[in-house]
């Protein structure tokens, strides 16, 4: 059963192994799971889940590999808890019948009690020999006897399928689109930093090596502080086709203005394409040239388009622009912005089923294209920063 958990970990695109495996073996050989299937749920969880994307995935692996295990024994445990709740209330007792309830020492107390666990079986109240409730046995509760086991107690109140059918975390699945929080986490890996300026900050490697090399004698090291140099261009498409999606283009927004790991943050708008504009707002006020844009923003800019790419084919290929650019197609557009970014993407929100034709083909020949989700937003992150181009 072990190895079936870890086999549909694997089925289910978690990313377990050897690595994992060997250290699950070792937390169970040291008992770090308490002896308990909700125990095991928590370490398990721990040494193979290594992304939150995953979480989602490795519950329902683990309700598909242990369901039903410990059925009985979990059936034989709430009737018990049960009992336990509704006890039967001991009696007035009178000094001499106290006085009659032999005491018994420890072991033999434990010797009787595991006689009696093998030999119940049913519920008992107000007697004098097995566990129950309201007697005088020496195990039980809500009884009297000075020497005996009290039974009962708190309990854990969920169980670990339980948890795992929750399903707690659905929304960290790679293929639900994503919210702000999970956005930030996404965009922080897009931060970089460069060191500049006069003023010193501590090193603090730097200082540990020269003291070392100094025979213990301290040896402070100081560098320039480091500072973030990530520019970023945010290019959003609004209106029209892009309406459903209005949200989760906003959670992006909010996500990208709440960043506070970035040099520069410049966010634009254009509908459908662009046509040698793009515009501070989304009212599609305060218009700016691409040929100004691209003037001022170096190559080292990151630069991120979102749309579907979905438009009548004369808009992304017939004529457009305005004055001298009059004539040129919208492809043109952006295949010159992607000419000048070194690192540039295209979130669609649509699914990727829908790219292979049309408008968004063409675009998806200009832009690496990844899909608006946290796997996705994931992978063009990870283009940006890689950098490079693929032409056709």
């Known amino acids: 059963m072990f190895l079936d958990f870890l086999y549909e970990l694997r089925a289910r695109k978690v990313p377990v192994g050897t690595q994992e495996a060997v250290a699950l073996g070792h937390a169970l050989k040291k008992g770090l799971h308490d002896a308990s299937l909700e125990g095991f749920y928590h370490v398990a969880r721990a040494l193979c889940v290594h992304s939150e994307a995953h979480l989602d995935d490795f519950d329902l692996a ?14 034989i445990a709430e009737e018990l808890q049960a009992w336990l709740r509704d006890p039967k209330q001991l009696r007035q007792l009178s000094e001499e019948e106290k006085a009659m309830i032999e005491a018994l020492d420890l072991e033999e107390v434990l010797r009787q009690f595991e006689e009696r666990l093998r030999e119940q079986k049913e519920r008992h109240d107000g007697g004098n020999r097995w566990i129950g409730t309201g007697g005088t046995s020496p195990f039980g509760r809500n009884g009297f006897h000075p020497s005996g086991i009290s039974v009962g107690g708190g309990s854990g109140g969920k169980s670990a399928i339980h ?31 460069e060191r500049e300026g006069a003023d010193e900050e501590l090193d603090v490697e730097g200082t540990i090596d020269a003291t070392a090399k100094n025979a213990g004698e301290l040896e402070v090291v100081t560098r320039p502080p480091r500072r973030p140099n990530t520019r970023v261009l945010l290019m959003m498409d609004v209106g029209g086709s892009m309406d459903p999606y209005a949200h989760a283009v906003s959670q992006l927004f909010s996500a ?6 970035w040099k520069e943050l410049r966010t634009y708008y254009f509908h459908n394409c662009v046509y040698g504009k793009v515009y501070k707002t989304e009212g599609f006020q305060d218009p700016v040239s691409v040929r100004d ?22 808009e992304l290929l017939g004529a457009a ?33 829908g790219w292979s034709h049309g ?8 832009f690496p294209m990844y899909q608006l989700t946290l796997e996705g937003l994931g992978e063009a992150v990870a283009q940006l920063v890689r950098g490079g181009k693929t032409r056709r």
């Not at 683990?62 to 059936?75: M, S």
């Not at 948890?163 to 994503?178: C, E, F, G, Q």
């Not at 999970?182 to 930093?193: D, H, P, Q, S, Y």
């Not at 408008?359 to 200009?366: I, L, M, R």
């Open 163 to 193: 948890t795992a059918d929750a399903r707690k975390y659905r929304s960290y699945r790679s293929d639900i689109t994503l919210d702000v929080r999970t956005i930030e986490v996404a965009l922080r890996k897009l931060r970089g930093f």
């Open 321 to 353: 622009g305005w004055g001298e650019d009059a004539g040129t197609p919208g492809v043109a557009w952006l295949a010159m912005l992607r000419e000048h970014f070194e690192r540039s993407v295209w979130l669609n929100p649509d699914p990727p089923s």
């Open 62 to 75: 683990f309700a598909k590999t242990f369901r039903g295990v410990h059925v009985e024994a979990k059936k």
């Open 293 to 314: 844009l691209i003037h001022e923003c170096g190559k080292h800019y990151k630069l991120v388009m979102v749309g579907d790419a979905s438009m009548a084919p004369y």
């Open 359 to 366: 408008t968004t083909q063409v675009v998806k020949d200009v």
């Open 256 to 261: 990208a203005k709440r960043a506070t790991h």
